[in-house]
């Protein structure tokens, strides 16, 4: 019983609820989607505030992850949805990462998650496209953060942040995992 109000708690204190972009994103089906990767895949805007660390882990619980794009297609499709849904939001964390060590400083790369049998593990892997905001990134954090409005003239541009800062956050999971309780409990 313990366990079922615990959950109960945890589900009312998130917000939103996971949207497969491809099929309910927009108003037509696949209006912008990436289907070779996309369709495979549902987001969850979490607005609520947090370190990197603990936002990983509030996706985790879910069966998710900070958001990774497998492409630059992908990466603007979820930048429309979010404009879409929320206008202006942000900054929020992207799956992306880098080195806590000085000499490895602006070498970021995508942290995804990896399952061996029960445990979990990261995977970390090379961009294949970059969105940089011109002044960044600074050298200042080792996490990266986004922001989206239709007048934010950095508006769907890479700023490098403190991975201690806190950020809302969009999460990421394969399409047909066990959906969360939503927030009034409900199954």
Not at 74 to 100: A, D, L, R
Not at 114 to 134: H, I, S, Y
Not at 151 to 180: F, H, M, Y
Request: with cysteine; glycine share 6%.
């Amino acid at each position: 019983k313990f366990l079922f109000t615990l959950l109960l708690f945890k589900a009312a204190c998130v917000t939103g609820y996971w949207v497969n972009v491809c099929e309910d994103g927009f108003d037509s089906p696949n209006e912008c989607c990436d289907t070779d990767t996309m369709e495979k895949h549902e987001y969850w805007i979490q607005a609520d505030t947090s370190n990197f660390k603990d936002q990983w882990r509030l996706c985790d619980d879910y069966d998710g992850s900070v958001v990774t794009f497998e492409s630059r297609k992908e990466y603007t499709c979820i930048m429309k949805w979010v404009n879409k849904v929320k206008g202006k939001f942000g900054p929020f964390f992207i799956g992306i990462h880098n080195e806590e060590t000085e000499f490895m400083k602006n070498l970021f790369q995508w942290y995804r998650p990896a399952r061996k049998a029960d445990e979990p593990m990261v995977e970390q892997t090379d961009l294949t496209f970059t969105a940089w905001a011109p002044d960044s990134p600074k050298g200042t954090g080792d996490c990266v953060v986004v922001q989206v409005g239709d007048a934010d003239p950095r508006s769907g541009l890479w700023t490098d942040a403190k991975c201690s800062d806190n950020q809302a956050v969009i999460c990421e999971r394969d399409l047909g995992t066990a959906t969360p309780p939503g927030p009034d409990g409900s199954f």
